[in-house]
């Protein structure tokens, strides 16, 4: 089937062909046949790179320009929402029947928010928690959605974020029930359950633009899935590094996945040392470029030495504990081919798309604090092979499971590339994460009786898997929970928030993290400090990354929770109590004291290299961290206005300030300037500039005699500061 001879506008052919698209891939085609473009509800479950999107864009382009609707597009991740909107771009040559241009924006950020300014645009790309958040908001233009496009949504059955993407969907399709809903992934065994939910058609493909030969290695000689067998050279003492390594000779890039971000630095670090010898002189000196940027880019740490150091030979490591701006880089040079064996976590694959000649699992098994070892899902393994085979590039794909025995290699080859994914089933029962969208139903009015309520939760998936019964005991639990803490009041079976439950479903934050706030908010310690404040925000189950202890820092922190007793608003619990009732136990306590010992050490303006030594804490986790306390600290001020803390509301906005920049209090000011972060700051302070008036006083030279002040800088800061105040 040709683009051109589709039932849709012209203007939307052209611009489709003109970017190179003419006939359409055969789950395309199908998804066409079944009717998609007479605004069919579909669930499209098809392998990676098999085309998905466009057919999404199709649908979205369609009921745009013939009926002046909006749509949304949901996704997991920032990431991939930037990706798309990369991708959607091109489209906003497109002419409305109104006469103007298309318009497409990408939101992501804020979740205390309506972000009425969206309401102009005609395709919201969004992640699926903004969405959730400015459902709960009332967002006004949410009800002219008419077409609702959900990626990925395997993510359905993960037991931390399904439950937002399954209520967002439900609250949708309550909202616009004639919208069309199209939900798209490459692992998803039950696509006629999940349609039926939707109403729609469930297509299932197999079909990939590069073919995907899926094996098992052992005693040098991968066995593939086709009875076909190759035999690997033994170079080093690892197998994985010796498949790289042949793959690499026949010109094709590879990607390593491990199960830690240990084992990630360390096999980039073992392929740069035998790429050292391998690589030619004009590819080392773009490597060399790019390690340059590496250190030049954000703070200079211990990490991203280690990772310029591996780039300079053509490998590298990816992993969240990496500053975004070098795991962008990382993701681009290995793009544009210059990496050439990239060894990465897991998280890479639930990222943006980066498609390698063949894909090795180093490990099938994670380590997990409950289970201790647990092997993956064939879900998480198909994900992790799909991404073999980069289109244009490669003839096949090669995804490579390593085995230790023969044994292990004949049960790994039945038990991942053999089968399917486990089917998708419903988190929503799950009673950490049901609380919330109980709460934020009642809040946003899509229920206003218990009747309602159970009726609304009878229309998500859960309620299409298991009976309603299971559903309905937990939130039978969860309503009295939030009406003993006063976030909602139940009369004659009428269910209403209180300003509190409505600002608790608006603030995104767990109706337990509130009540933790709110109680902390009256029981203060002797001596309210930055350490009261950040113990505060740590001990809500809504902070993350948790840190865990390393070694003998256990006792350090607990002498650091002594030192600081009488600032502490949850006191140490004793091991011998904790043993026997549901209090925080002493493992808890401490991994929440290293949080605040890591953030309050942060606001002293210790230095990102400074904490990986003293804390072994990651930058990417540090960033996430701050981010989620200040998030937190945000919320807690909400919270302390609703309860009149008025003391508070002074507090808790420097704090904030500190937290997001790394600063001590005396730097606000200057951070407030654009290019101005915590190190320029510290420097201009330094130099005597201690305010903005100080700095409008001074001329250019002496602003560029500070240290890390360039010209160009110091021009751009004289500027700032005088459009804000010009000159009478
Ligand atoms: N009909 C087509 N002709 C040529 N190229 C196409 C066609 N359809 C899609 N593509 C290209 O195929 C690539 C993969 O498409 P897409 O991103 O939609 O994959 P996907 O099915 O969403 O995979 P994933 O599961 O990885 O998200 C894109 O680069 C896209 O431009
Ligand atoms: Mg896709």
Same mark, same amino acid.
């Given at each position: 089937?040709?683009?051109?001879?589709?039932?849709?506008?012209?203007?939307?052919?052209?611009?489709?062909?003109?970017?190179?698209?003419?006939?359409?891939?055969?789950?395309?085609?199908?998804?066409?046949?079944?009717?998609?473009?007479?605004?069919?509800?579909?669930?499209?479950?098809?392998?990676?790179?098999?085309?998905?999107?466009?057919?999404?864009?199709?649908?979205?382009? /369609?009921?745009?320009?013939?009926?002046?609707?909006?749509?949304?597009?949901?996704?997991?991740?920032?990431?991939?929402?930037?990706?798309?909107?990369?991708?959607?771009? %091109?489209?906003?040559?497109?002419?409305?029947?109104?006469?103007?241009?298309?318009?497409?924006?990408?939101?992501?950020?804020?979740?205390?928010?309506?972000?009425?300014?969206?309401?102009?645009?005609?395709?919201?790309?969004?992640?699926?928690? /903004?969405?959730?958040?400015?459902?709960?908001?009332?967002?006004?233009?949410?009800?002219?959605? =008419?077409?609702?496009?959900?990626?990925?949504?395997?993510?359905?059955?993960?037991?931390?974020?399904?439950?937002?993407?399954?209520?967002?969907?439900?609250?949708?399709?309550?909202?616009?029930?004639?919208?069309?809903?199209?939900?798209?992934?490459?692992?998803?065994? *039950?696509?006629?359950?999940?349609?039926?939910?939707?109403?729609?058609?469930?297509?299932?493909?197999?079909?990939?633009?590069?073919?995907?030969?899926?094996?098992?290695?052992?005693?040098?000689?991968?066995?593939?899935?086709?009875?076909?067998?190759?035999?690997?050279?033994?170079?080093? !003492?690892?197998?994985?590094?010796?498949?790289?390594?042949?793959? &690499?000779?026949?010109?094709?890039?590879?990607?390593?996945?491990?199960?830690?971000?240990?084992?990630?630095?360390?096999?980039?670090?073992?392929?740069?040392?035998?790429?050292?010898?391998?690589?030619?002189?004009?590819?080392?000196?773009?490597?060399?470029?790019?390690?340059?940027?590496?250190?030049?880019?954000?703070?200079?740490?211990? &990490?991203?030495?280690?990772?310029?150091?591996?780039?300079?030979?053509?490998?590298?490591?990816?992993?969240?504990?990496?500053?975004?701006?070098?795991?962008?880089?990382?993701?681009?040079?290995?793009?544009?081919?210059?990496?050439?064996?990239?060894?990465?976590?897991?998280?890479?694959?639930?990222?943006?798309?980066?498609?390698?000649?063949?894909?090795?699992?180093? *490990?099938?098994?994670?380590?997990?604090?409950?289970?201790?070892?647990?092997?993956?899902?064939?879900?998480?393994?198909?994900?992790?092979?799909?991404?073999?085979?980069?289109?244009?590039?490669? !003839?096949?794909?090669?995804?490579?499971?390593?085995?230790?025995?023969? +044994?292990?290699?004949?049960?790994?080859?039945?038990?991942?590339?053999?089968?399917?994914?486990?089917?998708?089933?419903?988190?929503?029962?799950?009673?950490?994460?049901?609380?919330?969208? +109980?709460?934020?139903?009642?809040?946003?009015?899509?229920?206003?009786?218990?009747?309602?309520?159970?009726?609304?939760?009878?229309?998500?998936?859960?309620?299409?898997?298991?009976?309603?019964? #299971?559903?309905?005991?937990?939130?039978?639990?969860?309503?009295?929970?939030?009406?003993?803490?006063? #976030?909602?009041?139940?009369?004659?079976?009428?269910?209403?928030?209180?300003?509190?439950?409505?600002?608790?479903?608006?603030?995104?934050?767990?109706?337990?993290?509130?009540?933790?706030?709110?109680?902390?908010?009256?029981?203060?310690?002797?001596?309210?400090?930055?350490?009261?404040?950040?113990?505060?925000?740590?001990?809500?189950?809504?902070?993350?990354?948790?840190?865990?202890?390393?070694?003998?820092?256990?006792?350090?922190?607990?002498?650091?929770?002594?030192?600081?007793?009488?600032?502490?608003?949850?006191?140490?619990?004793?091991?011998?109590?904790?043993?026997?009732?549901?209090?925080?136990?002493?493992?808890?306590?401490?991994?929440?004291?290293?949080?605040?010992?890591? #953030? *309050?050490?942060?606001?002293?303006?210790?230095?990102?290299?400074?904490?990986?030594?003293?804390? !072994?804490?990651?930058?990417?986790?540090?960033?996430?961290?701050?981010?989620?306390?200040?998030?937190?600290?945000?919320?807690?001020?909400?919270?302390?206005?609703?309860?009149?803390?008025?003391?508070?509301?002074?507090?808790?906005?420097?704090?904030?300030?500190?937290?997001?920049?790394?600063?001590?209090?005396?730097?606000?000011?200057?951070?407030?300037?654009?290019?101005?972060?915590?190190?320029?700051?510290? #420097?201009?302070?330094?130099?005597?500039?201690? %305010?903005?008036? =100080?700095?409008?006083?001074?001329?250019?030279?002496?602003?560029?005699?500070?240290?890390?002040?360039?010209?160009?800088?110091? /021009?751009?800061?004289?500027?700032?500061?005088?459009?804000?105040?010009?000159?009478?």
């Amino acid at each position: 089937m040709k683009i051109n001879e589709l039932d849709i506008p012209e203007q939307i052919k052209r611009i489709i062909v003109q970017h190179g698209y003419n006939q359409l891939y055969p789950p395309q085609e199908e998804a066409i046949t079944a009717g998609v473009l007479n605004r069919k509800n579909l669930v499209l479950a098809s392998p990676t790179a098999s085309g998905k999107t466009l057919i999404a864009e199709l649908c979205i382009l /369609k009921n745009i320009l013939e009926n002046d609707t909006k749509s949304i597009y949901l996704t997991p991740l920032r990431a991939l929402a930037n990706e798309k909107y990369e991708e959607f771009k %091109k489209y906003r040559e497109l002419t409305k029947s109104n006469g103007d241009k298309l318009e497409i924006s990408v939101s992501t950020g804020d979740y205390d928010s309506t972000d009425e300014w969206l309401g102009k645009y005609d395709i919201i790309i969004s992640t699926n928690e /903004k969405a959730d958040s400015l459902l709960r908001h009332k967002a006004p233009w949410m009800q002219q959605i =008419d077409t609702i496009v959900a990626d990925e949504i395997h993510l359905l059955t993960d037991q931390g974020r399904g439950p937002t993407l399954e209520v967002t969907l439900t609250k949708l399709m309550k909202l616009n029930p004639n919208a069309q809903f199209l939900l798209l992934s490459a692992t998803v065994k *039950n696509a006629d359950e999940i349609s039926k939910w939707i109403k729609g058609i469930p297509i299932t493909t197999d079909w990939r633009p590069v073919p995907l030969r899926e094996g098992v290695f052992y005693d040098g000689e991968i066995q593939f899935k086709d009875g076909s067998a190759r035999r690997i050279l033994t170079e080093t !003492k690892k197998p994985v590094i010796d498949i790289a390594l042949d793959i &690499l000779k026949q010109g094709g890039q590879v990607l390593i996945f491990t199960q830690t971000r240990r084992d990630a630095v360390s096999y980039g670090k073992n392929i740069s040392k035998v790429l050292s010898r391998k690589i030619s002189k004009s590819l080392e000196k773009d490597l060399k470029t790019i390690a340059d940027k590496i250190l030049t880019s954000g703070e200079r740490t211990g &990490l991203s030495e280690i990772l310029a150091e591996q780039v300079k030979f053509g490998a590298a490591f990816h992993h969240a504990g990496l500053d975004a701006s070098h795991r962008r880089l990382i993701e681009e040079s290995f793009k544009d081919g210059k990496i050439k064996i990239l060894s990465a976590t897991p998280t890479l694959a639930a990222g943006v798309n980066l498609p390698a000649r063949a894909v090795l699992i180093s *490990n099938f098994r994670r380590y997990d604090p409950e289970s201790w070892s647990e092997e993956i899902s064939v879900l998480e393994y198909k994900q992790l092979a799909g991404r073999a085979g980069r289109p244009q590039y490669d !003839k096949a794909g090669e995804s490579i499971l390593i085995a230790k025995t023969s +044994v292990e290699q004949e049960r790994l080859m039945e038990k991942y590339v053999c089968s399917e994914p486990e089917k998708i089933w419903s988190k929503l029962s799950i009673e950490n994460v049901l609380r919330p969208h +109980v709460l934020s139903t009642i809040a946003t009015g899509f229920a206003y009786t218990e009747e309602d309520l159970y009726d609304f939760f009878s229309q998500t998936f859960h309620a299409q898997q298991h009976d309603l019964k #299971m559903l309905k005991s937990k939130v039978g639990k969860i309503l009295r929970f939030l009406f003993n803490e006063e #976030m909602i009041t139940m009369e004659s079976r009428k269910l209403l928030a209180t300003p509190f439950g409505h600002r608790v479903s608006e603030l995104y934050i767990d109706p337990v993290s509130a009540v933790i706030i709110r109680d902390g908010l009256y029981n203060r310690p002797d001596k309210l400090t930055e350490v009261s404040i950040l113990q505060l925000v740590s001990h809500t189950p809504d902070l993350s990354p948790k840190l865990y202890p390393r070694g003998k820092e256990s006792e350090q922190l607990i002498a650091y929770a002594s030192e600081h007793s009488n600032e502490l608003i949850f006191k140490q619990p004793d091991p011998w109590n904790s043993m026997y009732s549901y209090e925080q136990n002493l493992d808890d306590f401490i991994s929440e004291i290293k949080c605040v010992a890591v #953030m *309050n050490d942060w606001i002293q303006e210790i230095t990102e290299n400074d904490l990986l030594g003293k804390y !072994k804490v990651e930058p990417g986790d540090l960033l996430r961290l701050t981010q989620t306390a200040e998030w937190l600290i945000f919320a807690s001020n909400q919270l302390a206005r609703l309860f009149q803390h008025k003391d508070l509301m002074i507090k808790f906005p420097i704090l904030r300030r500190r937290i997001q920049y790394g600063i001590k209090e005396e730097l606000i000011e200057l951070v407030g300037l654009q290019g101005i972060g915590r190190i320029r700051a510290r #420097m201009l302070h330094n130099a005597g500039f201690h %305010k903005i008036a =100080d700095i409008r006083k001074a001329n250019l030279q002496s602003l560029v005699s500070v240290p890390t002040i360039g010209s160009t800088l110091a /021009k751009n800061i004289k500027k700032q500061i005088e459009d804000k105040n010009p000159a009478k």
